[in-house]
T-cell receptor
Framework: NAGVTQTPKFRILKIGQSMTLQCTQD?????MYWYRQDPGMGLKLIYY???????DKGEVPNGYNVSRSTTEDFPLRLELAAPSQTSVYFC?????????????FGPGTRLLVL | QKEVEQDPGPLSVPEGAIVSLNCTYS??????FMWYRQYSRKGPELLMY????GNKEDGRFTAQVDKSSKYISLFIRDSQPSDSATYLC??????????????FGQGTILTVHP
């Protein structure tokens, strides 16, 4: 199993541009998450999904959108990029039942908005 | 007040030392407590998981939870240079729409020098 994969690894965006961060998992997990990590700030939940077709906002959803059309994929869309969205973005997935907290993380996407 | 507080460090110790990492929290509903380890430029990985109060040991690692004090700890015995990483505490409670959602501390940067 590849686990959770994310593309791209690194991207530079200009202010006002848009992009989609891709996330795919091959573990047949129902739950998927998007986090952002800023230096010294831990991980903040942006959006999460409990299954295909079901998404909900996390702690910091403004400026982002998500969709979940399949179990495997959970893309994160940035519209009108702003410097405040410079961060490292992590996608994670977990089983719907079983051990809460066992989230499997991808390697991250580093985004720089200039 | 943040829901979860963690001293960001950095913490630098010699090889073989006992390391103590701590988090405090304010939400008494938290029932599940985790420690994640994050190597530089990698995604977090689950290190220890504890439900409710008590101790849990896994090799050189011991996790402690004191719900009465809202305080959790991670101890690393005989620390090794390979333990150098950022350690993130995380918590959750299994209630309604919060199921599976984690609240993270800021992370503590640990360096173990030979």
């Amino acid at each position: 199993n590849a686990g959770v994969t994310q593309t791209p690894k690194f991207r530079i965006l200009k202010i006002g541009q848009s992009m989609t961060l891709q996330c795919t998992q091959d573990m047949n997990h129902n739950y998927m998450y998007w986090y952002r990590q800023d230096p010294g700030m831990g991980l903040k939940l942006i959006y999460y999904s409990v299954g295909a077709g079901i998404t909900d906002k996390g702690e910091v959803p403004n400026g982002y959108n998500v969709s979940r059309s399949t179990t495997e994929d959970f893309p994160l869309r940035l519209e009108l990029a702003a410097p405040s969205q410079t961060s490292v973005y992590f996608c994670a997935s977990s089983y719907a039942t079983g051990t809460i907290g066992t989230q499997y993380f991808g390697p991250g996407t580093r985004l720089l908005v200039l | 007040q943040k829901e979860v507080e963690q001293d960001p460090g950095p913490l630098s110790v010699p090889e073989g030392a006992i390391v103590s990492l701590n988090c405090t929290y304010s939400n008494s509903a938290f029932q599940y407590f985790m420690w994640y380890r994050q190597y530089s430029r990698k995604g977090p990985e689950l290190l220890m998981y504890t439900y409710s109060s008590g101790n849990k040991e896994d090799g050189r690692f011991t996790a402690q939870v004191d719900k009465s004090s809202k305080y959790i700890s991670l101890f690393i015995r005989d620390s090794q240079p390979s333990d150098s990483a950022t350690y993130l505490c995380a918590m959750s409670w299994a209630g309604g729409t919060s199921y599976g959602k984690l609240t993270f501390g800021q992370g503590t940067i640990l360096t173990v020098h030979p």
